[in-house]
């Protein structure tokens, strides 16, 4: 079965810092989707950014980039020029591309302070 | 920009009652599914449904819940008799064919007293 694992908690940056929040996961697909969602307090899900498995070139939205490890089966969000809007929980999510199932698989979340 | 609306926004309800969760996915979309988000947890899948029949369903979706896609706009979650264990955050997606990415209604707080 497919796992995604954060392993922060917690996160604080300080404003116009960069930060990088950790996701690792667990599959037997070669070919999926990976995404970053922001849950701010209100908890609207947003979606932040999003990683098709089987494109080598990072993604990359304005302020927020990923680091995407394929043989370490790592995805980590890196923020830079952290603002006081971007304090949020931040889930990752997995999704199978193939397999026939659409289900998001989300991990536990790192809760992200911006410091002013 | 099209949006995935929920009602309502905050639900309370006895222990035991029946609770109808309401969603209008984006009009285009064929693809509807439903989460919970128990609080300070993460987001668990539920349930999917697609072509009027649930496709996929999480160990948690047991016969307690249900759910209909009663006319052609509304997606429904309804949980027969509630338990403390409910309360949570419920947030119905929805995704349009051949799309990878599901858009999240603003979440439905059900808090079962």
């Known amino acids: 079965a497919q796992t995604v694992t954060q392993s922060q908690p917690e996160m604080s940056v300080q404003e116009a810092e960069t930060v990088t929040l950790s996701c690792t996961y667990d599959t037997s697909e070669s070919d999926y989707y990976l995404f970053w969602y922001k849950q701010p307090p209100s908890r609207q899900m947003i979606l932040v950014i999003r990683q098709e498995a089987y494109k080598q070139q990072n993604a990359t939205e304005n302020r927020f980039s990923v680091n995407f490890q394929k043989a370490a089966k790592s995805f980590s969000l890196k923020i830079s020029d952290s603002q006081l809007g971007d304090a949020a929980m931040y889930f990752c999510?997995?999704?199978?591309?193939?397999?026939?199932?659409?289900?998001?698989?989300f991990g536990t979340g790192t809760r992200l302070k911006v410091l002013a | 920009e099209p949006e995935v609306t929920q009602t309502p926004s905050h639900q309370v309800t006895q222990m035991g009652q029946e609770v109808i969760l309401r969603c209008v996915p984006i009009?285009?979309?064929?693809?509807f599914y439903w989460y919970r988000q128990i609080l300070g947890q993460k987001v668990e899948f539920l349930v999917s449904?697609?072509?009027?029949?649930?496709?996929?369903k999480s160990e948690i979706f047991d016969d307690q819940f249900s759910v209909e896609r009663p006319d052609g706009s509304n997606f429904t979650l309804k949980i027969r008799s509630t338990k403390l264990e409910d309360s949570a955050m419920y947030f119905c997606a929805s995704s349009a064919p051949l799309s990878n990415e599901q858009f999240f209604g603003p979440g439905t707080r059900l808090t079962v007293l």
């Open positions: 999510a997995y999704r199978a591309r193939t397999s026939g199932t659409y289900k998001y698989i």
């Open positions: 449904f697609y072509n009027n029949e649930i496709s996929e």
């Open positions: 009009s285009n979309h064929l693809y």
